[in-house]
């Protein structure tokens, strides 16, 4: 293997492995990366005109090299056969059942990603882990590829867990805080370290890229996740202390944000964070205590994770008292399912819970986003312990037109904090609502005061108004 020739495969080709090894392939133009994955659709996908992730800046990295050194198959054996290097990117999910269930992670997907890494390898690799995975997971990689591969073949296993935010994605990719590598710090997990560190330095300053052993990189990962999650419901938690007495927690967070200890950013208080990852990765932690029997270091993450559903069921409590403690055939229009802003991923969404609740109620639910894929909306919604498929279609509309959503509602409730909700033509929404109109901003983003002025009742996350 040289600089030059590198072959690089990535198993999974999701929002992680698609937009990682597309900027991998976009910066390093004489290395081959074959993106596979054994979901077929998905692979098709990303070999049509229409990704199967929106993220912003994708488009033009993977149309860019796409058939040039960027590849994407279904042919996962013939793509390890060829690699140097394999990152193991699969998916990493809560348990749904035995033991750890609710907590631990689900490292099926990386056993079986790591024993086809083993049965089929002819020559020698280097194995990355970029899922999130619970510390020590690398042992476990190594057992089952050292039992299970032919004489001669040497395996390396790396940590590289990824920082890349959705919605961010290809700019956190090209321009990363740090690239974090851990090994095994012997003579060999070095070196190895050291090929994926060159490949890295094609477009990243080499002081931001650090190494470390293997166990503190992989909870590394896990600790970004709960401190940054922590911090939202730190200030999630300071919100309902806000409602409560009068203060401004966009204020308090401004205030407190510019001790430079502290710092401004992720101080945004909210109905709720979502996305695959902040809860995953905190049940990780707290179980990882739990089996290292730190009852109170487990109770203390497990705290962020009630407090996050404690914001939302707050918002919820609001919503129903301020419309006269009855949703019952109240016309509410949502907007916004995504958990974030500029992806279309609706993982853990605060909407999921939210519009659950609304059916319950039994209110009538009419869903804008502007990029949540219908089909999306309705498998969401129609998981066990949603809602039945019969109460979906009985209480939920999707509109692809925020005027037409809100048409006749008594109320919006803001879930997502898309670009275009702040400048809406709102007098036009409010002419055509139900009187009196109420606006609930979970997001703390809508001009208070003008949608006052055009007379909508409005209630904000961290405020009095
Ligand atoms: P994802 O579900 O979008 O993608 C995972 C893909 O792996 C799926 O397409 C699945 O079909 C495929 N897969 C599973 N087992 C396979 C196998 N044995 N062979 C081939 N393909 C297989 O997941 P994701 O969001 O990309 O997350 C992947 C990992 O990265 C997780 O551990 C996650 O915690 C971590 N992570 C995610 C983000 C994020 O923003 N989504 C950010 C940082 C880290
Ligand atoms: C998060 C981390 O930011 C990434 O570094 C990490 O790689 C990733 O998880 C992961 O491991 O999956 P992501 O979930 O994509 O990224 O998006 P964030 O920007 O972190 O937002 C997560 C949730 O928190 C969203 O619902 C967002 O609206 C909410 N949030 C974020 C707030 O409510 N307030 C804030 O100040 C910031």
């Not at 390890?80 to 609710?102: H, R």
């Not at 500029?342 to 609304?358: M, P």
Request: with cysteine.
């Amino acid at each position: 293997m040289t600089k030059e020739n590198l072959k690089i495969c990535c198993i999974g080709a999701g929002y992680v492995g698609g937009p990682t090894c597309a900027v991998i392939a976009y910066k390093c133009p004489t290395v081959t990366v074959t993106i596979v994955d054994l979901n077929e659709d998905r692979i098709a996908a990303w070999n049509s005109d229409n990704l199967p992730i929106y993220e912003p800046g994708l488009d033009d990295v993977v149309f860019a090299c796409r058939g040039r050194n960027l590849f994407f198959s279904s042919e996962v054996d013939q793509a390890i056969q060829e690699a140097d290097l394999i990152f193991v990117s699969v998916n990493t999910p809560t348990k749904k059942s035995g033991i750890g269930a609710g907590f631990a992670a689900d490292l099926a997907y990386v056993e079986s990603a790591t024993r086809r890494i083993a049965q089929v390898a002819t020559s020698s690799k280097i194995v990355i882990e970029k899922s999130t995975v619970p510390c020590r997971t690398a042992e476990s990689m190594r057992a089952i590829l050292e039992a299970n591969s032919r004489d001669g073949i040497r395996f390396d296993i790396l940590s590289n867990p990824e920082f890349l935010a959705e919605g961010t994605a290809i700019p956190d990719l090209m321009y990363p805080d740090r690239v974090l590598i851990g090994s095994l710090q012997t003579p060999e997990g070095i070196k190895a370290q050291n090929v994926l560190a060159d490949v890295y330095a094609n477009w990243v300053p080499k002081e931001k890229i650090i190494t470390m052993g293997l166990w503190s990189s992989e909870l590394s990962k896990l600790a970004a996740n709960a401190l940054l999650a922590q911090r939202i419901s730190s200030i999630n938690a300071l919100s309902a202390i806000c409602e409560a007495t009068g203060a401004d927690v966009d204020e308090v967070a401004y205030a407190c944000g510019l001790d430079s200890r502290i710092g401004p950013k992720f101080l945004k208080a909210s109905v709720g964070f979502g996305g695959s990852c902040f809860q995953k990765d905190i049940l990780n932690l707290v179980y990882l205590s739990e089996s290292l029997h730190l009852p109170e270091v487990a109770e203390y993450w497990k705290q962020v994770v009630t407090m996050n559903e404690y914001q939302k069921s707050r918002f919820l409590e609001r919503i129903v008292k301020r419309l006269f403690n009855t949703l019952t055939n109240k016309n509410l229009a949502v907007f916004g399912f995504a958990f974030k802003k500029n992806t279309g991923d609706t993982r853990e969404s605060a909407a999921i819970t939210l519009v659950k609740h609304f059916i319950q109620e039994k209110a009538n639910i009419h869903i804008y986003d502007p990029k949540v894929e219908d089909a999306q909306i309705e498998m969401d919604l129609c998981e066990p312990g949603i809602a039945t498929p019969e109460q979906y279609k009985k209480s939920v509309t999707i509109f692809h037109d925020p005027y037409e959503a809100a048409k006749n509602a008594d109320a919006i409730v803001v879930l997502t904090e898309w670009d275009e909700f702040k400048t809406l033509d709102y007098q036009r929404v409010y002419n055509n609502m139900h009187k009196p109109a109420f606006i609930f901003d979970g997001r703390l983003f809508l001009d208070t005061k003008k949608l006052q002025n055009i007379g909508f009742q409005v209630e904000v996350i961290g405020r009095q108004v």
